[in-house]
Nanobody, 122 residues
Framework: QVHLIESGGGLVQAGASLSLSCKDSKGTFSSFGVAWFRQVPGKEREFVAAIMVDDGNTLYEQSEGRFTISVDKTKGAVTLQMNNLQPEDTATYFC????????????????WGQGTQVTVSS
């Protein structure tokens, strides 16, 4: 397991962009799969995007191409760039890490951050 720290959430208007960052305090993302999930109260955690740090393989839930996940190995950080945000994107966004490629499979991730709130007003 690793200690994950998310940042970059906030309150924005519809159409705006946000960049979420997930950092591993040990800088050991080199062999992990990292993903972003989101959750609203009363609903299950929803997969957003995942990336395998070693080879850059990515997987996205349908977001009409508005979201992009990327990794900066030198900083030990995974970024989720979110463009043209809509009110339905409002949620708490969680970063998760796995020693394997777990894609959208929630139980495959053994490390989770505390979450960062994204609120999009109409």
């Amino acid at each position: 397991q690793v200690h994950l720290i998310e940042s970059g959430g906030g309150l924005v208007q519809a159409g705006a962009s946000l960049s979420l960052s997930c950092k591993d305090s040990k800088g050991t993302f080199s062999s992990f799969g990292v993903a972003w999930f989101r959750q609203v109260p009363g609903k299950e955690r929803e997969f957003v995007a995942a990336i395998m740090v070693d080879d850059g393989n990515t997987l996205y839930e349908q977001s009409e191409g508005r979201f992009t996940i990327s990794v900066d190995k030198t900083k030990g950080a995974v970024t989720l760039q979110m463009n043209n945000l809509q009110p339905e994107d409002t949620a708490t966004y969680f970063c998760a890490a796995s020693p394997y490629w777990s894609g959208s499979y929630v139980p495959g991730y053994d490390s989770w951050g505390q979450g960062t709130q994204v609120t999009v007003s109409s």
